[in-house]
């Protein structure tokens, strides 16, 4: 069984662009979820899709979107970058209902110059 | 506001010897999870712990949630230096509201496992 694949795995933007990150749950796996891991902040929630909807959101900046498409699919979205978000991003696909285990995926190092 | 603490944070032990890492978090929730991290890596699921009581064991690792008293502990029994790692341990939100896969982390806890 495939595990959760994330694209690109690198990533160097410099300050003001915007970047799309991508995340392919395990098959039949309906909830995805983002996080950002940073040495200072540690791993934080970003948000969580299930079926397309977003279920929950962490306390990020308006700059920090995502959606999920109808395959479950995940993409996060960043516009206008800073340094600061510079980062590991994470993604972690489950069934859906909360007691489920949780998967991550190899991650997207993002670095803004 | 659901808060996760984890100690300690850098853990130095000799090869055989056991130790066991804390997790402390400040509000209820009805699940919790210890992942592995190794360098550069994603994070790894150890076990996942649902109910007040619940013990797990893979290897030389032992997971343990107390709910009554908010707090999950990882003991390492024998310890090799391939245990060497970062170890996180995540509490569930309780969004009561609706249904939520939101995960507060603790801070994690650098285990170097020395020869």
């Known amino acids: 069984k495939a595990g959760v694949t994330q694209t690109p795995r690198y990533l160097i933007k410099t300050r003001g662009q915007q970047v799309t990150l991508s995340c392919s749950p395990i098959s039949g796996h309906r909830s995805v979820s983002w996080y950002q891991q940073t040495p200072g902040q540690g791993l934080q929630f970003l948000f969580e899709y299930f079926s397309e909807t977003q279920r929950n959101k962490g306390n990020f900046p308006g700059r920090f979107s995502g959606r999920q498409f109808s395959n479950s699919r995940s993409e996060m979205n960043v516009s206008t970058l800073e340094l600061g978000d510079s980062a590991l991003y994470l993604c972690?696909?489950?069934?859906?209902?909360?007691?489920?285990?949780?998967?991550f995926g190899p991650g997207t190092r993002l670095t803004v110059l | 506001e659901l808060k996760v603490e984890q100690n300690p944070l850098f853990l130095s032990m000799q090869e055989g010897k056991n130790y066991t890492i804390y997790c402390n978090y400040s509000?209820?929730?009805?699940?919790l999870y210890w992942y592995r991290q190794d360098p550069g890596k994603s994070l790894e699921s150890l076990f996942v712990l649902l109910s007040n009581g619940a013990v797990k064991q893979e290897g030389r690792l032992m997971a343990s949630l107390d709910t009554k008293a908010r707090l999950s502990t990882l003991h390492i029994t024998a310890a090799v230096h391939d245990l060497s790692a970062t170890y996180f341990c995540?509490?569930?939100?309780?969004?009561?509201?609706?249904?939520?896969?939101?995960?507060?982390f603790g801070t994690g806890t650098l285990l170097a496992v020395q020869p």
């Open positions: 509000t209820t929730s009805d699940r």
């Open positions: 995540a509490v569930g939100f309780m969004n009561y509201g609706g249904a939520t896969n939101k995960l507060i």
């Open positions: 972690a696909s489950s069934l859906g209902d909360r007691y489920n285990e949780q998967f």
